[in-house]
């Protein structure tokens, strides 16, 4: 057998892991009502991402998903100027070197990717791939392998068996499902410690408290609050309805903090602001670098969704909350969903273990031989 030959196939990564892909293009916030997410200052290349963005729209995607659409698809175009393919010739080779290249660390102050993150960006270039074949345009097969016999999973389950395991698709990653990270009650008094305003510290108070997503808090409007009822309003991310959620007493007394240094002007007016002029409602870049730099003084990697799960930690672990009404705070679809967040912590339970192992043996005395056990129990009482 020649080795040499075989060794002359093998294709290595083209990107190598760690490098950083070319910085060219931006996803950027829009006025167009019809389109409010694009990407700009690529080539002409571009104009394929904002119809299928458009297209997105159109089919009553909300504007988060196409966002996370759009960053995406950039940081695919920024790959492919690495490796200097362009998008209509990209083949399979080209997704799995975009694959190995998430897998693996960027830099040593950032982790590699996730595989959820990488699992989303695979379905993203795949629907693309797919909206452009529909037009005619780009490659002749989809770069991005589907699942065996092209059958999407569980296309046909039954809901009253259970599923199935199910062969992943070619380059999908295994995504391990564990307990949500929720935050000790030490760490989040850390965090209070290390937010320099009272409006950060509103804000995290009432992540907390409501368990609300970072894109639900933030859009919330002056109007929104009830304070006679301790409540807040949000529109939630999966259905866009209009819901009520309880919060708490404290949240709502930082919340009264800041509006006394900042106070609004119209029930209209958004709730969380900029604290510099000139006043602009507060955007999710300026809420995520408050919370890079938390981490920075702290040492630690807390991310904003970290605080939804420790409120739905909290209130699924409380016995005196039924989990119909966690199900119903989180707004949860499924109560399937909402139990994942009900575990053991893990001091209690040492602690009882513990406890039963220093406990002294429980032995029942047995009569001496000759003796009746009912007689002895009537005349001392009943054994132990």
């Known amino acids: 057998m020649d080795w040499t030959d075989s060794r002359q196939e093998f294709h290595s990564p083209r990107v190598l892991p760690g490098a950083d892909l070319p910085r060219i293009g931006r996803v950027t916030r829009t006025a167009d009502g019809a389109l409010p997410w694009r990407v700009t200052g690529l080539t002409a290349d571009a104009k394929e991402i904002d119809n299928f963005l458009l297209t997105l729209a159109t089919n009553d995607c909300s504007p988060q998903t196409l966002r996370s659409y759009a960053f995406d698809l950039l940081r695919w175009w920024r790959f492919l100027a690495a490796i200097g393919i362009r998008w209509s010739t990209a083949t399979r080779e080209d997704v799995r070197d975009l694959v190995l290249w998430m897998r693996q660390p960027q830099h040593a102050s950032r982790r590699a990717y996730s595989p959820t993150s990488i ?59 564990g307990t949500p990270r929720a935050l000790s009650h030490d760490l989040v008094d850390r965090v209070f410690t290390a937010l320099t305003s009272t409006r950060d510290k509103a804000l995290v108070a009432m992540y907390l408290a409501t368990g609300a997503r970072a894109s639900e808090l933030l859009g919330i409007k002056a109007r929104d609050v009830d304070w006679g009822n301790q409540s807040i309003a949000v529109v939630s991310k999966g259905t866009r309805a209009y819901q009520w959620v309880p919060t708490s007493p404290d949240s709502l007394t930082w919340l009264r903090l800041y509006l006394g240094e900042m106070p609004l002007n119209s029930p209209e007016d958004a709730l969380w602001r900029t604290l510099r002029r000139p006043y602009r409602p507060l955007q999710y870049s300026a809420l995520r670098a408050m919370l890079v730099r938390v981490n920075k003084a702290l040492g630690t990697g807390i991310t904003l969704h970290d605080f939804r799960h420790t409120c739905a930690s909290r209130l699924a672990n409380d016995p005196s909350i039924p989990l119909t ?48 056990p009912s007689d002895m129990a009537e005349l001392f009482g009943t054994l132990p």
């Open 119 to 177: 699992n989303h960006m695979l379905s993203v270039l795949f629907v693309f791939y797919e909206h452009q074949a529909r037009l005619g345009q780009g490659p002749v097969a989809n770069p991005v392998p589907s699942a065996a016999m092209g059958i999407r999973r569980y296309e046909h389950h039954n809901p009253l068996a259970p599923y199935r395991p199910q062969k992943r698709a070619p380059y999908r990653q295994r995504v391990i499902t």
């Open 325 to 372: 009404d966690v199900q119903a705070v989180l707004r949860h679809k499924h109560l399937t969903t909402t139990s994942k967040y009900i575990h053991t912590n893990t001091q209690d339970m040492v602690q009882r273990v513990l406890q039963h192992h220093e406990a002294p043996p429980n032995s029942t005395p047995t009569p001496a031989w000759g003796y009746d």
